[in-house]
């Protein structure tokens, strides 16, 4: 159906369409505008939120693979005299860059006789804050338990 088939001459079919599709230009560009401006505090805050719990998750990691390493260690130590220390380094040397000290860092054993289980674990502060501001904080714990060989 062409303009001629409606009552319009073929300029006043191309002209209402014209301007027409300029208005429609004008009011989506601000309804663009509108939303960014809705969204542009949004979006780096989740990006930082995003970063922070990566962090935390990491250390989680870091720490459940150190304690499983301390844990390996008290396992095979029933005869050693510094068995509780030398698990307490093992922590502390595969955590890597958590600055864990001797005092997060617990080894139980009943009697530390062969069959018995040793049980090792550590406790590693962390705290997600955005933008300055703290959002959660505690401790992350992991423990591993071994029998002693």
Known sequence: MGPGELGLTPLEGIKGKQM???HDIR???GQTMAEFAVVLPVLPLLVFAVVQFGITFNNFVTLTDAVRSGARVAAVSRLDSSR???TQQKVI???GGLNLTTAQVSVTSP???HGDDVQVTAIYPYSISLFGV???SGNLTSTTTERVE
């Open 93 to 95: 040397q595969a955590a």
């Open 134 to 136: 703290v959002v959660k």
């Open 84 to 86: 509780v220390s030398d």
């Open 111 to 113: 009697t530390w006789q």
């Open 20 to 22: 027409k599709r300029h």
């Open 27 to 29: 009011s989506e560009r």
